[in-house]
Structure formats: C-alpha cells, structure tokens
C-alpha cells in the first residue's frame, strides 16, 4: 500500500499554468517607499502595525446576510489597533464572480481581494499575469501565525504553492473537523408527529420525504411542505454521492480502488444516483427551485421551519427552531454503500485572500491579514466586542444572551457569516458554529467520513494545460447533462450518447494524467 501523504486533503480545482508574462520571482518580499519619501516603519510584532496610518482598497464578496463591512467592529476595533484603515468594495454573492472577472479583465485593480475565491486557476493566471503577487517572502516575514500554522500542518502549503514554487493567494484555515463537511438535517418534529423512524437507508429516505410532502406534518391542513432542499445547483450530488460509493478523491469526481484511479461520471453508480435524484424531483421531494434559487432564498427555507431535510455545515440558519432539527448519518445506498464523501481539508477555504501589484505597502497587508490566523484575532472577527457580544467562559468566547436574542444581529457584526473569510476556526473560536446540536450532528457523521483524502495534484505547466483544457469541456457537458437528467429535460435511454459524449471528449485521456499524478505519489 501507499503511504498515504498529508493529514488531510486539500480539495481544489487544477492548477492551471496559463503562463503570461511579468511574473515577480522575489516571493513578495520586497520593501516599497512610503509616500514622499517618508520612511514607515512595518512592526514585525505587536501593534500599531505602522506608526503613519496606512489607507487599503479591498474587494470583497458580501453574503445575504451581512451588514456593511464597515458598520463591522471587527474592522472598526482593527482600524484603531494596527493603525491601517481599510475601505471595502463590496459585491453581493450573486454576480460575485462576474464583478471578479472584470476587475482583472479592465485591471482596475484594488489593493487586496479578502474573502475573495480564488480558484487554483485564478490564483495561477493572475499571479502569473503579474496582477497577484507572490507571498511566501512575506509569509516567511511579515506572518508568523500563519507560517506557524503551515509549519503544524504541512499540507496547508503544498495545497497553495503553485508548481513554480510561489503562492498567490491564502486559504481560510480550519483545524476543527466539524467545520468541513456539511451535517444532514432532518425535521425531527415532523418524523414524530408522522410516527417515523430515521431513515437508514435511501429507499427509506424516500418514503420519508413522501410522508413529509403528503403527510401534513405541518398540520396546517396544505400540502405545502418542501420534503428536500440543497444549495443551488449540483450540491446536491456533492450530498448524496455517499450513498452511491462516489468519492471526491484528488479534487475532482475520482474514486481510489487498488491504486487505480476511475473517474465515475459515466459510471453505472453515477447513473443509480441521478435516476434517484430524477425520481425526488419529478415527485416534487426535491425543491423543484434547486437549479434556479439564490443562496438567500436557500438559507430562508432552512431557517422557515417548513422543510424536511437539507444540508448545512452548521445550524446557524434555523438557530430559533433548531429543537425541531437534528442531524442523522448518510443514508445506505442500494449497494450498501455510506460514505459521506464530502469531507473538507484543513485549507478549506481557497483563494480567501491575495494582495495585487498595485499595493504599495504588501508587507503592512501581509501584518494585517495575519492577525486573524491567531485565535484571539479570529475572536474578534467572529465575536465582535467582548463583553458587548461576546463573554469569556473557562477562556472560551460566547456570544451574550443579549446578543442572541436577535440572531440576525451575528451577521452584521462579522464577516464569517456567509463563508470564506480569511482566519482561522478552530476550538477556541468556534463555539457558536459547533455547538452540542452541532457536534452530536457531526459524531453521526464521523464512522462514515473518508480515512484518507488525497489532494488535488500540482501538475507541472504541460500537464497542467491539458488538464484544464480537458476539464473545461468535461465539467461544463457534465453539469450540463446531469442537471438535465435530475430534472427530466433529458431521458435516461440517452445514458449510453452521455457516455459516448464523455470518452470523444477524452475523458478516458483525463483519467490517465490523474492516474500517472498519482502513480507519482510518495510512496
């Protein structure tokens, strides 16, 4: 057997190496001249980070649910200890990305992307472009939280380091396991009411949701009760692949048996799980909006009261009916099978955070940014003012009863609600994601989660282009396809011209480059 490399895995897309010209080689350590010459000291070690206040433009992705960046006290208390003032551009979660690609394409660029989503391929073409700056120089000078992090656990850095050597953007980093997968929450005051046990396996699930959609478990006398929801999109494959023995392994839609890599989207299991998925949706079990919802919307079904089963890394949404929920282990597919495939790594979040070219004082960002990889930064991103919001007990921050007395008041004071900030979770900061309700949720989870993710590969530049360029069309044909499938626009007699779709466009080639990035693993 193989030695199995890194704790845990570090899921991404490819690296692409779109190489263009002005790549910095220097690792982002270089100084830069403060303005008219004056000399600003950058403190390595406590703060205030400068002595001559700094002002930073930063482009940022502002979920559903958040106040204005700069109502946050986060950034406000921030401002007046490190003496750098940042103003944020803000760009709602949906069109995020859109508003993302133009600013690189018009290169009207700002000083930093926080909360930003860079992709591997993103990070590498920008970078590569010249429009991102490398960082391990100032990790190494300007970051000791975070270099000490990546120090503990190694797989954090080979997860951002691009094949060349050079890291362009930082992860969120989350060290408590409950923080990386998604629970499965089930509307247990409806199974009582109707009488029903947990579902243990998917057949099982089914007649659940069909008690839950004519069962009037509300007791409203309507059959108005969504049996099924999940984020828009595909995430509910990502959800259910468990069941069908469907792993994510090297970051794509790869299982690892004996050492052989199979990509299963044209497999026979893959097909068993979207005629499943098929039947959910066409006998309205599954959210007949789940292509076509905004993130908001889904959050507001969670937190209605009114539906049956869905998916969620914590309980935050339904925190005022969270006694009528509780989470269960993935469902046994028709062959057994109980995975529950989507398990996150240490580096969950990639791409968080990047500094561009036209910084004028990187090291001060690089100062700044770190903090939040220390958990009493983290605490006040997540907690806001202490004895304001939050209280300490045995050491640990909790938010006041006070405070949650309204809890859309959490989302206003901090930008981790909505995901993907730049810090630190771990056990120190996270009693508010992982409460009892939480972690009984995540131990039903634990006997089924993967013992070994392996990351994604960091090809080298050739293999890296191939890649992604037959990933392009691959990944587009199968959303394509299975969005279809699971919504009956196209008929499962068509399975065999899907499969046939997938070789020409040399799937079988994909597997290949993965099988040999693999058979390159340390052994």
């Not at 989350?174 to 579902?199: C, F, H, S, Y």
């Not at 998917?202 to 949701?209: G, K, N, P």
């Not at 595909?234 to 023995?245: R, Y």
């Not at 996270?430 to 993967?450: G, H, T, Y």
Request: proline share 6%; glycine share 8%; net charge negative.
């Amino acid at each position: 057997m193989r030695r199995r490399w890194g704790r845990n895995a570090v899921i991404s897309m490819i690296v692409s190496s779109l190489m263009l010209a002005g790549c910095s080689s220097d690792g982002g350590s270089k100084k830069e001249a403060a303005p008219e010459g004056a000399e600003n000291v950058v403190h390595t070690t406590g703060f205030p980070i400068v002595d001559q206040a700094v002002e930073l433009k930063m482009f940022t992705r502002i979920a559903p649910v958040n106040g204005p960046f700069k109502e946050m006290p986060v950034f406000q208390d921030y401002e007046k200890l490190s003496n750098v003032k940042v103003e944020f551009i803000e760009a709602p979660t949906d069109g995020f990305q859109e508003k993302k690609n133009l600013l690189f394409a018009s290169n009207e660029l700002p000083d930093a992307l926080f909360r930003s989503g860079l992709s591997p391929l993103e990070a590498v073409r920008y970078g590569s472009a010249g429009q991102l700056i490398p960082l391990e120089g100032l990790i190494d000078e300007y970051a000791p939280n975070l270099k000490k992090l990546m120090e503990e656990y190694p797989e954090i850095r080979s997860g951002i380091t691009t094949p060349e050597g050079h890291i362009y953007a930082i992860p969120g980093i989350v060290t408590l396991g409950a923080a990386r997968t998604d629970k499965k929450w089930i509307n247990q005051m409806w199974l009582e009411k109707l009488n029903l046990k947990v579902p243990e396996t998917t057949d099982e699930l089914y007649e659940v949701l069909l008690a839950f959609r004519d069962g009037d478990p509300n007791g409203n006398g309507k059959q108005d009760e969504l049996p099924m929801t999940a984020r828009v999109g595909l995430s509910i494959v990502a959800a259910m692949s468990g069941s069908f023995g469907l792993d994510t392994q090297l970051g794509y839609n790869i299982n690892i048996e004996n050492d052989k890599v199979s990509i299963w989207m044209g497999s026979d299991k893959n097909k068993e799980m979207l005629m499943y998925l098929n039947k959910l949706y066409k006998e309205k079990l599954l959210d007949p909006e789940i292509f076509s919802h905004t993130e908001a919307q889904y959050l507001a079904k969670q937190g209605s009261g009114n539906t049956g089963f869905f998916f969620d890394q914590t309980n935050n949404n339904f925190l005022s009916i969270q006694d009528q929920y509780t989470g269960i282990a993935p469902p046994a597919g028709p062959n057994g099978d109980r995975m529950q495939s989507q398990a996150l790594p240490i580096a969950r979040d990639f791409g968080a955070f990047a500094i561009t070219s036209i910084n004028k004082y990187p090291e001060v960002t690089m100062r700044w940014i770190d903090y939040f990889y220390s958990d009493e930064g983290s605490t006040l991103l997540r907690f806001g003012r202490e004895g304001e919001h939050y209280e300490l007990k045995d050491g640990i921050p909790y938010y006041t009863e006070d405070f949650l007395k309204d809890i859309t008041n959490q989302a206003k004071i901090t930008p981790y609600a909505g995901g993907g900030a730049p810090h630190i979770i771990s056990e120190q900061v996270a009693s508010f994601i992982n409460p009892p309700q939480v972690q009984e949720a995540q131990q039903q989870l634990d006997p089924f989660m993967p013992k070994v993710r392996y990351a994604a590969p960091m090809f080298d530049e050739q293999t890296a282009q191939q890649v992604n360029i037959l990933r392009n069309d691959i990944d587009k044909y199968y959303e394509e396809q299975s969005t279809k499938f699971i919504a009956g626009a196209l008929s499962f007699d068509k399975w065999g011209e899907f499969q046939s779709t997938l070789q020409k466009m040399k799937i079988g080639e994909l597997e290949n480059l993965y099988q040999d990035a693999y058979d390159k693993m340390e052994k």
